[in-house]
């Protein structure tokens, strides 16, 4: 395998520093060529030391200073504004670009890598659920590859290696159901955002942590898996499995169900992204069935878990309706982490904007910015008088 290039977006977050971690594994496969953070230059620094990019990116004016002036040593090129994010992904140099920021900021990096005909190694879900026709419609145009990253789609991707995608009966996407599964209606009204971001089997960002107590991260990933498996809506089910070992499965015509197992660890889709089509040894730890004798399933609950229906009913009316459940989301997460509203409130927050913005059936890239910005609007005055 020829070595590759890799930008992180994104470097300093949950999938970022494991990514990281992956490359450090396989000097010899990958390169750091950028890495990018928002405002966590202290981190970003001891990073661009340890890896030796050829550019960063901190896309918080406050701390490049910071950042230019601890690598003043070095030859790395240093950017700080959110333009030259989505820029540097075109660079020549680069053969993968890992999109790990959080939600809608990553569109357009991603419009721009494939643009320059990189392949993507997708974490950012939020891009695919806010456009995720016009996103796979230019990969397919400029004929690159998005990798997933998220395990459920991962797992999804490794089922159908060597398979007819004509041939998919359904895929079923496994949720772990969060930290408040068996939970009811009234059981929620006063969780707080401590219990809220206590995962039972994953650590992760701070949003997707709370999306998934939600279940609103399942409903992102039955939006990202239409768009990136081409998927009808009524191919797609979810099925709450509390373990997360079995990491979502196929289903074919014939009725055979292929799945992907393994211990919840997203360094292994990050390194089967990276090495694709290859894969590498590694020293992850290995699972064992008879540590875990009892495998369980059992159905969402989509009445106490009404994220998880606002985003099918989003899916169902397509258009722009995915990306204002998404920038609504994004303000409602928000909010709730500032304990601006309840974590039922989000929902409500969520529904009512949905019903409040203009519905475009055929959104253009322009109308995805505008539905954007609009959306964060309204979500940002709801509840006020
Ligand atoms: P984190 O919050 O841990 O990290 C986000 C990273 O992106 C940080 O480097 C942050 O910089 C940077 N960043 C955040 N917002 C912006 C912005 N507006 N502009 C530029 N940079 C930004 O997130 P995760 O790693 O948990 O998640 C990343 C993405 O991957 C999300 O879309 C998530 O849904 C997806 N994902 C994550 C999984 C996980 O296990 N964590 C699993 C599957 C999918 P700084 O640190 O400076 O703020
Ligand atoms: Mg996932």
């Known amino acids: 395998m020829q070595k590759k290039n890799i930008a992180i977006l994104g470097s300093t977050g949950s999938i970022g520093t494991q990514a990281l971690e992956v490359i450090r594994q396989h000097p010899d496969k990958f390169k ?79 419009l721009n890598a494939l643009e320059a005909k990189k392949t993507i190694a997708l974490a950012n879900k939020e891009t695919l659920v806010v456009a995720g026709e016009l996103v796979m419609n230019l990969a397919k145009k400029n004929n690159c590859h998005i990798l997933p990253v998220d395990s459920e789609h991962s797992a999804i991707f490794q089922c159908l290696v060597g398979e007819n995608y004509q041939q998919i009966e359904k895929i079923i996407l496994t949720a772990s159901g969060g930290p408040f599964r068996g939970k009811k209606t009234q059981d929620l009204i006063h969780i707080t955002k401590t219990q809220a971001l206590k995962h039972p089997n994953w650590s992760m960002g701070a949003k997707i942590t709370i999306d998934s107590a939600s279940l609103m991260n399942k409903g992102l990933e039955v939006i990202e898996a239409k768009w990136l498996f081409g998927m009808a809506n009524d191919q797609i089910d979810v099925v709450v499995h509390p373990q997360s070992i079995v990491h979502s499965l196929v289903q074919f015509k014939d009725s055979s169900i292929k799945a992907q197992l393994g211990l919840p660890d997203m360094k292994l889709p990050i390194q089967y992204a990276f090495g694709f089509p290859d894969r590498l040894e590694n020293n992850f730890e290995r699972f064992n069935f008879l540590n875990y004798p009892q495998l369980t399933f059992e159905s969402p609950d989509l009445t106490t878990f009404r994220n998880l229906s606002l985003a099918f009913e989003a899916l169902k009316k397509g258009g722009n309706m995915p990306c204002i459940l998404n920038a609504a989301n994004e303000i409602a997460v928000d909010k709730f982490l500032h304990d601006k509203i309840s974590f039922l409130g989000m929902s409500d927050l969520i529904e009512n904007v949905m019903q409040k913005m203009t519905f475009i059936q055929n959104p253009t890239y322009n109308d995805y910015v505008k539905t954007d910005i609009e959306t964060r609007k309204i979500s940002e005055n709801y509840g006020n008088k």
């Open 32 to 110: 750091v060529e950028i890495l990018t953070a928002r405002s966590n230059a202290d981190l970003l620094i001891e990073q661009a030391k340890l890896f030796s990019p050829t550019m960063i990116v901190i896309t918080d004016k406050n701390q490049a200073e910071k950042v230019k002036i601890a690598l003043s040593n070095t030859n790395i090129k240093i950017y700080s504004d959110e333009n030259s994010l989505a820029e540097i992904v075109k660079s020549d140099t680069i053969d993968i670009v890992l999109t790990a920021l959080v939600g809608y900021a990553g569109l357009l990096p991603t």
